[in-house]
């Protein structure tokens, strides 16, 4: 295969001004807890052995934008919490978060204050929603670029919080191209359930419940080949095991620059015995580019995630999906599948075209296309997005959501809304109905995919943690389940053949859905994944 050549990214690091670069600072960076939810696999950790769902990106890349002779320490809160003396050893303290996280970012900024230590916020949240954070010292809006750099020159000329709220916004981004390594190596890979590398940011499309096109444009931005695999190598280095995500918005929003870097993935795969899986989010037209799956297929993509939302064609039409339209969703589905690539689905309810057949409608699609993971929440505005503005304008955005599930005044009534969700929830992830859509994807997806040599993943930490992993789930899910008879239909065969690779992802992706429906059902869990009212940090 003839490689595009790499093009050559720069080190990343604006030249300091002479005043910066004379001074040392202490920078603790802390990431604030999610709430648990069904997308975070929270119910899985136990089994696996990890402790949070994937680093954050943006909070990592900052660390390693900051000066080389700054002390940094990061604490992600899903994995510890930061103690008092971590604040008291730092000068300033960092935090980035999503409006989920809203009042866990608040709880850190406030213990950062009962020391008077300044503190700085940055990241998707508080730049769609500056006025959620009337209380941080610093306000950094926007991307990384030239208001990070106004925002290290204040740190290091005063360690005193400043008078008042001080706000930098990005007029001039960083080039994807110019981003650093992120500083994975702080943050202790094996503590969680996936990997993640980003390779663009922005989304060509507009659809209307999503914040993407306006906090990151619409065209898709890019980091270099070369960028990317150093990434890997740093991932693996730093005691990741298993999956890749590429947390792009969308995977194929630039898709020459996509099949630029699929033979650079291929070939690094191959140099390194295929010690990882990858997976990516990805528009679903993406079934018009059979090339491009190929590629994928060879370098080990494993899982897609499609934003299909609903399987009713008006309602993809009133949300300015139409790219939804352009194909039949099952044809599309089953093309993913003949490349040996697994669909995860997101689906929304509460839209306004929803009536009382909604429900059967996508339990009938779950059925047909066999996907055999789902998030399906309610429909929730995000601010900076043209459904909160249009809601708005009609006066069906509630401001104060709080014992909701929604912020939406949805046209069906709320609680019949609410219990259509649940009915919805607890009938798609019913073991049953789980174990049978994992089961078609085990004779009809995964036969698809290249055999990879087992040598990339063999060490001692792997085999520990496949066995481990293999005998919680046997106990936990063969012995003690009340569906343990499902689970060995399933395994039983496996087992015989040693895959237990297969046994262990059915079934531990099984335990989550089924236990979080069962919560969810029982009232415990929210219906709405984005909403801030979910997060009570304590």
């Known amino acids: 295969m ?223 080949p070369e960028q990317i695999l150093k990434e890997l190598d740093a991932i693996v280095a730093g005691g990741a095991v298993g999956a890749v995500y590429f947390v792009d918005d969308n995977f194929v929003g630039n898709r020459k620059a996509a099949k630029e870097l699929l033979p650079h993935l291929i070939e690094w795969q191959k140099k390194n015995k295929y010690p990882l899986e990858f997976a990516c989010e990805a528009t679903l037209n993406i079934v018009r580019s059979p090339d491009l799956l190929e590629m994928m297929r060879e370098a080990s993509f494993w899982t897609i995630f499609c934003g299909i939302e609903t399987p009713e064609t008006d309602a993809l039409k009133a949300m300015s999906k139409q790219q939804n339209n352009e194909i039949p969703l099952l044809e599309a589905v089953q093309t993913l599948n003949s490349y040996g690539i697994e669909v995860v689905s997101g689906m929304i309810m509460g839209l306004d075209t929803d009536t009382y057949q909604t429900p059967d409608r996508i339990l009938e699609f779950v059925e047909a296309s066999k996907i055999p993971v789902l998030t399906i929440n309610l429909l929730e505005a995000l601010p900076r997005t043209p459904l909160y503005r249009r809601l708005q304008d009609e006066g069906r955005l509630i401001e104060d959501a709080t014992g909701r599930e929604s912020n939406v005044d949805f046209k069906l009534p709320y609680n019949d809304v609410v219990a259509m969700w649940r009915r919805t929830f607890s009938t798609a992830f019913a073991p049953e109905a789980i174990y049978r859509r994992f089961a078609y994807n085990q004779q009809h997806t995964y036969p698809n995919r290249i055999a990879i040599p087992p040598a990339g993943k063999i060490s001692l930490a792997n085999i520990y943690r496949g066995f481990s992993t293999l005998a919680k789930l046997m106990v936990r899910v063969g012995i003690f389940s009340n569906y343990r008879k499902i689970f060995w239909r399933m395994a039983w065969p496996c087992l015989k053949q040693l895959d237990i690779e297969d046994v262990i992802h059915v079934s531990l992706v099984a335990h989550h859905m089924i236990s979080y429906a069962r919560e969810a059902e029982a009232g415990f869990q929210s219906a709405a994944f984005y909403s801030p009212n979910v997060e009570h940090a304590t």
Request: aromatic content about 12%; proline content about 9%; overall charge positive.
């Open 2 to 224: 003839k490689l595009v050549p790499i093009r050559e990214a720069s080190t990343g690091l604006a030249p300091l001004p002479p005043d910066v670069a004379a001074i040392t600072r202490r920078i603790l960076c802390v990431f604030p807890r999610y709430t648990k939810s069904f997308g975070t696999f929270n119910n899985a950790y136990p089994l696996l052995g990890v402790k949070a769902f994937m680093p954050p990106q943006g909070l990592l890349t900052i660390a390693a934008y900051l000066p080389k002779h700054w002390e940094v320490r990061f604490i992600d809160e899903n994995v510890a919490p930061a103690r008092k003396r971590d604040f008291a050893w730092a000068d300033a303290v960092f935090v980035s978060g999503m409006h989920i996280q809203r009042n866990a970012i608040n709880s850190i900024n406030a213990r950062a204050h009962a020391l008077n230590k300044p503190t700085a916020l940055g990241g998707p949240s508080v730049s769609g929603c500056a006025e959620y954070y009337p209380d941080f010292d610093y306000l950094h809006i926007g991307e990384l670029g030239d208001a990070t750099n106004q925002l290290i020159a204040a740190i290091a000329r005063s360690t005193q919080r400043p008078a008042t709220q001080q706000v930098f916004t990005t007029a001039e981004r960083l080039k994807l191209s110019d981003f650093p390594t992120p500083a994975y190596d702080l943050a202790g890979m094996y503590n969680y359930f996936l990997a993640n590398v980003q390779f663009s940011s922005g989304c060509p499309y507009r659809c209307e419940f999503c914040d993407i096109p306006e906090l990151y444009g619409q065209n898709p931005r890019l980091k270099t």
